[in-house]
């Protein structure tokens, strides 16, 4: 490839945008071929030209999980932004009123506090902001539990000044989400509340998401890049990975031991379902070697395993556990086209955590 | 506090330079004592203005782990910067090079190739580099496996025209240490090479560095800040940690489920030696309570072993596990001096790898 001539500095996180391009057009085919909406998350990359790309290809709009991110992506002229995360209390009022302003925002509450924050954003920024309740489908983590508090929230927004009721939605595509959906549709039909939209989530689960009746719209993030997790969870193969890490060996002490200049400030300390005898990352080019252990800047790899053993000074390929954690740590990443026009892009969304 | 009044947004990274100035002063004391040389790893902090106070408080220069470190560092005026990371190959010349012309510069090697690197740099820019070789003590990463390989390392830096061998380091300072240095000195007098300093390293261990005959310098970084791995160490108590991070219970799902704006983008997804059931932070307010997950931005908190439970929109002040990682994870952070004068401050050698 025309950057390895280069020899980029390491560590250095390396994206391929022929890849990136094949991913989303397969995404976007699958939603198209089952009358599914697509709104990517941008989590996983975090750059508003990728999210301008999935927006032309026909993503309907996108996800972001925190206002910081959806600032970033309104100050490129995005205009219809999904917070799928709970924004509770005063301090996020201002901000949230703010964004409203200049884009169509809609959030996700699960709670009445929610549903507050939101209406006082609106009301203080004179603007609309819709709400989608969220409810849990199995991931044991935010959501309501049951339809009936997902019909009492969606009640308490149709009342609420400012406020337009947009649906249901859920994170990850559960095993209870279809029984969920059935007793919810029932429910709401019964108190004549429409439900415009039902949104799940989730690169791993994507592609079954049509099999799920009721759901009409996809955010998912993960599937631009894809990593170890997607590919574990049969969503992509290996070559469907479109970002890695360039790493170098910078020391060789025993036999069996290297170490090389990508630690957990690279990769993360994220491990796969399949725990830590999977390691931190999948090494391209010596598939049986194992990355055991992650300092800050130094990442320990067991080459017990290996017939051939990388030397020192060698660049080795990782592909990360899980992309979106990898791609948050770095400010900036070299893109190519297929081995052409490489440069470095920013990641102007990273870091965002408010 | 004056700056919960503000009650800034979360999730927050606040730190209070009170407990930083007992904890600075209390190493360099313990150094003071001993005879010992102070070189702390500005890993933990990254912050020039903290690096400047501990050297105002007696510390001998400062320790960096990368080149982008070591340049904001030196951005700052700060002169005497030990890079204590191995560097390996041509896309590292440039910049050393530029750093040694501007700083007194040295660096670590456990290989020839290493100190082929540094011989380049200091050639092309026409500067001296100082080299110590690097040995390892029982931490199992990187360093030489025995003090002949150590001797052979520095009769080598001797030889080469630009650097200067500065002595042996290790990190952490682990069981094999002193037997090594025992052996190593013998050698070395043998073969007639001073070891002007013998550096070692780590917070854990740092109290009993005067232990290990020989050691003439101690690098550490996490005592600044501590965490709950500092304090299971028995290097700190809570009450010395002086960084935490500021969330807010955003959704309460169900009766012991709560979760929290903070994330592994927040917190990380370091453990503790403790593992797993220990969680990714302690809980101040609610120490019984076990972060058993984290999702990029969501903690989720197990409160069954809670007789009071926090509330939804409720404010939780969590000690990291891991301080260096939290803190590499955020553009700037909450400064104040207990209580008092609470400003942001940038991070300013957050997130460089290279």
Known sequence: MT??????????????????????????????????????????????????????????GITCQKIGEAEVMADAGIDDILISYPLIGASKVGRLGALAKRAHISIVADSPMGIETAAAAARDAGARIGVLVEFESGGARVGVQSPQEALALARLITQTPGLD????????????????????????????????????????????????????????????????????????????CALHIEATVVSRPTENRAIIDAGSKTLSSDLTAGGAARGYGLLRDYPEAVIVKLNEEHGIIDLSACKEKPALGERLRIIPNHVCVVVNLHDEILVHNGGSDAKMVRIAARGLTR
Chains 1, 2 share one sequence.
Request: aromatic fraction near 6%; charged fraction near 20%; proline fraction near 7%.
């Open 165 to 240: 009721f947009l649906g249901l939605m859920t994170y990850p595509l559960g095993e209870r989400a279809a029984a969920f959906l059935v007793e919810a549709k029932r429910l709401f039909e019964v108190e004549g509340i429409a439900i415009p939209s039902i949104s799940a989530g989730g690169t791993p689960t994507a592609f079954s998401a049509h099999n799920v009746p009721g759901v009409t719209e996809l955010r998912v993030g993960t599937y631009i890049y894809n990593d170890r997790n997607t590919v574990d969870a049969g969503a992509a193969g290996l070559d469907d």
């Open 3 to 60: 950057f390895q001539s280069h020899a980029p500095d390491t560590p250095m996180p390396v994206v391929d945008l022929a890849i990136v391009e094949a991913n989303l057009r397969r995404m976007q085919a699958y939603c198209d071929q089952h009358g599914l909406k697509l709104r990517p998350h941008i989590k996983t990359h975090k750059i508003p030209d990728l999210a301008r790309r999935q927006l032309a290809l026909g993503a309907v």
